[in-house]
Each structure stands twice: as C-alpha cells, then as structure tokens.
C-alpha cells in the first residue's frame, strides 16, 4: 500500500496521537507501521508496545496483518503485543487486584456465569414494560451482586473489569508506572467504543506512556453500554495529542462507492442514484419468496467469489436482531421450493451454546455414578437460567423452576420407595439420560460429542433437544482445537472423559482471550453489531417484513429501524447500517421489502 499524506503524518508525528478515519482508511494498518518504527528505535531492552481492541476478530486480523506485513523485520514484530482490553485488563487483576480489596484468588465470572447468578434477581421482575423505579431498583440489585460476587467470591464480571484497574491505577503509582515501563507505548484501537471506566484507565495509563488512540466516531454504536460522543474531544483536551484525520482514505473498498454510500446513509442524502458496489434488491414481504431471494442471491455472490478464485472468500448476510440470525441460519439449511442447502456458519449468541456445551460435556463424563443425575438437573436449570444472557424470558426462568420442581418430587418419592408419577417432566430427561449412559464411547472427543447430541436430538425430552440445537453452532472440537486434545489427553490419562466438564468450561474461558481465531471465510451469517471490526469480499443486508395479524395490526419486528419507522430514526441507526454496508471489500447487496422499504432508504430511487 502506498502510504497517503495523512499516514505519512502519522508516521512523522511525535507525542500523543489521534488518528480519526473511517471504515477502510488505514488506521490500523499504518498505525502497525508506527509500532514497528518506534520498535526498532526507541525501547529498551524488555519493553514493549501494547495494541489492545475490542472484538478478538479484529485483534486475529490485527495480528495476521503483522505477519504478513513484508516492510516490518521479524524482530520489530515480536515487539507488537496485541490483545483485547478485557485480556489486558485481566493480566492487572490477577497480579494486583488485592489491592482494591479483591481476594488473592479471583476467576472470570463469565456471560453465562453471570446470567445464571444473577437469575434470582431477574426473576423478581418482570421480563416487560418495567417502570422507571423498577428498572432503577433491578439495576441497583444487579450491580449490588456483582461486587458481592466480586468481593466475597473472587468471580469478577466482564464488565467490572475496567473499573477495579482504574482503582487499582489510580489508588497506585507504582503499578502505573510499571505498566508504562513495561508498554512506553500503548495503541488502543476503537477508541470512541469506550465507556467511563474504561476512559478512566486510559487517563492512567497517559500519565507515563504514549498513546495512540484509533477513532471512528461514525462507528460509535454502542451508545447503550456507555460510549460517549464527547470521548474524542476529551482525549484532544486531556492529552493535546497531534491529531491525523484519514476520512477521505478508502483503502477496504478501493475502485467502489461504498464508502461513499456508507457516508451519505449518516447524512440521509445521497448524492447520486446508484452507487459502483452497491446493489439494491426488492423482495416479497412474505416468508417464501422473502427467503427465495435471499437463497437466490447468496448462490450468485458465492458463484461471483469463486469465479474470481479468491482464497478463503468471505461472504456475510448480516441481519438486524438475534432472531433474524436464528431465522436465516434455518433457511440456509433447509431453503424453500427444495432448493440446494448453503453451507454456512451462524454466528449466534454464546450463551445458550456455552451451556449446552456444558451439558454435553457433562454427559460424556461418567455417565451412570450417583451424583451424575443431579449434576445433569442443575446444569439444565443453568441453561434455562442463562442462555438469554441479560434479557432472560420468563418461559425460560420458569422452565429452570419447573425442572427444580420435577427433580424434587423424584426424590421425594424415592426416598419413600415408590415411583415418580408418569406424567412428570422428569421422566423424559431420565428416559434420554439412560440413553446416554448405554453409549460405547471410543476416546475420539468429537465422534463421542456428536453420539451423545444425537441422541439428545432425537430423545423423547424436548429439553434436551433444545440443548442439542443450542449446541450445533459449536466448533471448539474441530481438529487441532485445544478442547478436543485435552478431551483426548483427559481419556487416554483416565480410560474416560473423567474431567470433560471442566476442561470444557476452561476452553470456553481460555477463548474469550484468544488471539489465533482465523478471520471468517465461506458464507457466514450475523447480527449486525456483531460484524464491528470485520471485513468481508461481499456483504448482503438482509431484514425483516410486516407479518399481517389476524385482528391486529401488522407486526414489523427484525428492521434496522425499530418497526420501520421514520420517528426511531435515530444516530444508531444510521451508524449501524454504515457499519454493516462498509465491511464489504467488492460489493454490498441490500435486500428490503416491497412496501415497505428500509426508511433509511426511503424517497430515493436506489432499486430497480
């Protein structure tokens, strides 16, 4: 890539730095550069630079680019760390956390972790239409557990991370300096993504070292979990930094109006009526030839990706809610009018995956010895308690109560010698349980996964089907994964998977930190907020329609804008939707409804 006037300005540039830039304009590329310049010339022996982002996508690419970039000596490389903030953020508690009052020992009290603790809280109010005084006292009643599990425990959330490193850095010279001698220079990458806390840390951190903040305030999406609009002028006031803006660089989507389209979507003003990447398409409002077209399309991208004889081609369909997600994956699988399935990866909400993980590994474990069969009913209940993260539906609340019950009542009975009444929910869970427990299992981690699920799908428990469903979308046991070689090690050591649950737990634990994920490739489905940080050869764009209801008014649930329309339009709307489109590298697809088109595109003849 040869470099711009701005990128040649960051690279010149001395102190503090800010360098504001849209999706594709360089940022991180150059900002590598910058790390690999001042590697080769200004630490000392042990010192290092810290690159720290956000999403472990973007991190993975981070590092691929290292790798692959030919004008960086191998030397110079290993003197770039690049890790999440979370990880980062970690390294400090675990050494120094003792000092704001956490205990020695302290554990990540993971997303699901976290759901399922904090369940009997939830459980108190309900799920909807909570007025503002109890939203205050379920807010107060959370966080109040969150410390206590923190403090008296040692499980800290992900979200109070970053608040006890500020303490610590702050209530601490010391440990801030030596952080600053260990990373003189620390690049943080997303900058306008953070929140209070988290900018807290930052303002230590600029006591003693160098910072180069990374911004796009166009891609601020993530207002409801504490960014602040204001963010980058408080890093201009607090630091003085030199301030580089590459706004007008594309470099993602190069010989494209992508760009452009993804700037005149913030504005609602477009400035022609069509635009070189970015195709718009009409579709029928109803389910059939709604998933028809976008079957049709995803085989015409793919065909156009394999014609062009790219490696590991990427395509995404990025849809508006987790719902969407769930829909599209199933017509993928299953497409309408017989057509040929599409081969795919959804990328789903972890936490019902990461507990019926946990179920799975459960049942590979010894099966059949005593405490097995109570372990199974609190592992079910953990699932119901935490696999809608920190919006639990109370069907799922109250299945976890259900099956609490049902168990109950199975050993009351037993204890009184008799049988369990015939029509107790339990006695489908014990049915399928018995089931697993007959299987021959082989030592091979991924065939014994896939026998004990296969039995949970076509069990009579329509529980433990959901647990099997939830737990397609893992790929922790492909071959070579950490999990399956120390499932394999765990039956070879023990003649079983004698610790399979908790070496599954610890994979999950280990990923959250991870920095070898491979970038996507093939055709991969997602949330929108989800694809932040990624890039792909072809994006689609696909939402959802007006379903007519029988004595009511039409549902339009699944859009960009809340029901489509024009009076929720706000910000985050708009940044979402420039977000999704400027992934795409070659080309965008936008799929809407007839009748009633994206209000975002509304009074523009953008289709045909």
Same mark, same amino acid.
């Given at each position: 890539?040869?470099?711009?006037?701005?990128?040649?300005?960051?690279?010149?540039?001395?102190?503090?730095?800010?360098?504001v830039?849209?999706?594709?304009?360089?940022?991180?590329?150059?900002?590598?550069?910058?790390?690999?310049?001042?590697?080769?010339?200004?630490?000392a022996?042990?010192?290092?630079?810290?690159?720290?982002? +956000?999403?472990?996508?973007?991190?993975?690419?981070? /590092?691929?680019?290292?790798?692959?970039?030919?004008?960086?000596?191998?030397?110079?490389? &290993?003197?770039?760390? /690049?890790?999440?903030y979370?990880?980062?953020?970690?390294?400090?508690?675990?050494?120094?956390?003792?000092?704001?009052?956490?205990?020695?020992?302290?554990?990540?009290?993971?997303?699901?972790?976290?759901?399922?603790?904090?369940a009997?809280?939830?459980?108190?109010?309900?799920?909807?239409?909570?007025?503002?005084? !109890?939203?205050?006292?379920?807010? %107060? $009643?959370?966080?109040?557990?969150?410390?206590?599990?923190?403090?008296?425990?040692?499980?800290i959330?992900?979200?109070?991370?970053?608040?006890? /490193?500020?303490?610590?850095?702050?209530?601490?010279?010391?440990?801030?300096? *030596?952080?600053?001698?260990?990373?003189?220079?620390?690049?943080?990458?997303?900058?306008?993504?953070?929140?209070?806390?988290?900018?807290?840390?930052v303002?230590?951190?600029?006591?003693?070292?160098?910072?180069?903040?990374?911004?796009?305030?166009?891609?601020?999406?993530?207002?409801?979990?504490?960014?602040?609009?204001?963010?980058?002028? !408080? +890093?201009?006031?607090?630091?003085?930094?030199?301030?580089?803006?590459?706004?007008?660089?594309?470099?993602?989507? $190069?010989?494209?109006?992508?760009?452009?389209?993804?700037?005149?979507?913030?504005?609602?003003?477009?400035?022609?009526? %069509?635009?070189?990447?970015?195709?718009?398409?009409?579709?029928?409002?109803?389910?059939?030839?709604?998933?028809?077209?976008?079957?049709?399309?995803?085989?015409?991208?793919?065909?156009?990706?394999?014609?062009?004889?790219?490696?590991?081609?990427?395509?995404? #369909?990025?849809?508006p809610?987790?719902?969407?997600?769930?829909?599209?994956?199933?017509?993928?699988?299953?497409?309408?009018?017989?057509?040929?399935?599409?081969?795919?990866?959804?990328?789903?909400?972890?936490?019902?995956?990461?507990?019926?993980?946990?179920? #799975? %590994?459960?049942?590979?474990? *010894?099966?059949?010895?005593?405490?097995?069969?109570?372990?199974?009913?609190?592992?079910?209940?953990?699932y119901?308690?935490?696999?809608?993260?920190?919006?639990?539906?109370?069907?799922?609340?109250?299945?976890?109560?259900?099956?609490?019950?049902?168990?109950?009542?199975?050993?009351?009975?037993?204890?009184?010698?008799?049988?369990?009444?015939?029509?107790? #929910?339990?006695?489908? /869970?014990?049915?399928?349980?018995?089931?697993? @427990?007959?299987?021959?299992?082989?030592?091979?981690?991924? %065939?014994?996964?896939?026998?004990?699920?296969?039995?949970?799908?076509?069990?009579a428990?329509?529980?433990?089907?959901?647990?099997?469903?939830?737990?397609?979308?893992?790929?922790?046991?492909?071959?070579?994964? !950490?999990?399956?070689?120390?499932?394999?090690?765990?039956?070879?050591?023990?003649?079983?998977? &004698?610790?399979? *649950?908790?070496?599954?737990?610890?994979?999950?634990?280990?990923?959250?930190?991870?920095?070898?994920?491979?970038p996507?490739?093939?055709?991969?489905?997602?949330?929108?907020?989800?694809?932040?940080?990624? !890039?792909?050869d072809?994006?689609?764009?696909?939402?959802?329609?007006?379903?007519?209801?029988?004595?009511?008014?039409p549902?339009?649930?699944? &859009?960009?804008?809340?029901?489509?329309?024009r009076?929720?339009?706000?910000?985050?709307?708009?940044?979402?939707?420039?977000?999704?489109?400027?992934?795409?590298?070659?080309?965008?697809?936008?799929?809407?409804?007839?009748?009633?088109? @994206?209000?975002?595109?509304?009074?523009?003849?953008?289709?045909?």
């Amino acid at each position: 890539m040869e470099l711009t006037k701005g990128q040649q300005e960051v690279l010149d540039a001395d102190g503090h730095l800010l360098v504001v830039g849209g999706p594709g304009s360089g940022k991180t590329t150059v900002s590598i550069l910058k790390a690999a310049t001042i590697a080769g010339s200004e630490l000392a022996a042990g010192q290092k630079i810290l690159f720290v982002s +956000f999403a472990r996508a973007t991190v993975s690419r981070v /590092v691929e680019a290292i790798e692959h970039e030919q004008r960086i000596p191998s030397e110079q490389k &290993r003197l770039i760390e /690049v890790e999440t903030y979370h990880s980062f953020f970690w390294r400090i508690l675990k050494s120094h956390g003792y000092l704001v009052g956490l205990p020695r020992r302290i554990d990540i009290l993971t997303p699901p972790g976290e759901a399922i603790a904090l369940a009997s809280i939830r459980a108190k109010f309900p799920v909807r239409k909570l007025t503002d005084v !109890q939203k205050e006292a379920k807010l %107060a $009643a959370e966080e109040a557990e969150r410390t206590r599990l923190a403090i008296d425990d040692g499980r800290i959330c992900f979200d109070l991370f970053a608040t006890y /490193v500020g303490e610590i850095l702050y209530g601490s010279d010391r440990v801030c300096r *030596l952080i600053s001698d260990m990373y003189p220079v620390i690049i943080l990458d997303e900058f306008q993504d953070t929140n209070g806390a988290q900018w807290r840390v930052v303002q230590a951190l600029g006591k003693y070292s160098r910072l180069i903040a990374l911004a796009d305030p166009e891609q601020r999406i993530y207002d409801w979990i504490g960014a602040d609009p204001a963010r980058l002028d !408080q +890093f201009r006031k607090t630091f003085k930094p030199v301030d580089v803006d590459l706004s007008t660089d594309n470099h993602r989507s $190069a010989g494209t109006e992508i760009g452009m389209f993804g700037n005149d979507l913030l504005t609602g003003k477009f400035r022609q009526p %069509a635009y070189e990447g970015v195709k718009f398409r009409l579709f029928e409002p109803f389910t059939d030839p709604a998933m028809t077209m976008l079957v049709t399309t995803t085989y015409a991208a793919r065909q156009r990706l394999i014609k062009l004889g790219i490696k590991d081609w990427s395509l995404t #369909i990025l849809v508006p809610t987790k719902r969407m997600t769930r829909l599209v994956s199933d017509a993928l699988r299953q497409p309408p009018a017989g057509m040929q399935a599409i081969s795919h990866t959804a990328v789903v909400e972890m936490e019902a995956a990461i507990l019926s993980a946990e179920v #799975i %590994a459960l049942l590979m474990q *010894l099966a059949g010895e005593p405490p097995h069969f109570a372990q199974l009913i609190d592992l079910l209940c953990h699932y119901y308690q935490g696999k809608g993260g920190d919006e639990p539906s109370q069907e799922a609340l109250n299945e976890a109560v259900s099956l609490r019950k049902a168990y109950d009542e199975l050993v009351a009975a037993h204890a009184k010698g008799k049988a369990v009444r015939k029509n107790s #929910i339990i006695v489908n /869970v014990l049915a399928v349980y018995e089931q697993v @427990c007959a299987l021959q299992l082989t030592g091979d981690p991924d %065939a014994d996964w896939r026998a004990v699920r296969n039995v949970l799908e076509v069990g009579a428990c329509k529980r433990l089907r959901e647990v099997a469903e939830a737990a397609r979308s893992i790929r922790v046991l492909d071959r070579g994964t !950490q999990l399956r070689q120390d499932l394999s090690q765990d039956w070879r050591n023990n003649g079983g998977y &004698r610790n399979a *649950l908790e070496i599954t737990r610890q994979a999950f634990v280990q990923q959250h930190f991870s920095t070898g994920t491979k970038p996507e490739s093939g055709v991969v489905v997602m949330n929108m907020h989800k694809a932040k940080g990624k !890039q792909f050869d072809e994006v689609i764009t696909f939402e959802g329609w007006p379903v007519k209801r029988k004595g009511l008014p039409p549902f339009n649930g699944d &859009r960009i804008v809340r029901f489509n329309l024009r009076e929720n339009v706000d910000d985050q709307a708009r940044q979402t939707f420039r977000v999704s489109v400027t992934r795409g590298k070659r080309r965008v697809t936008i799929l809407t409804p007839r009748g009633d088109p @994206c209000v975002l595109l509304v009074g523009e003849k953008l289709w045909t």
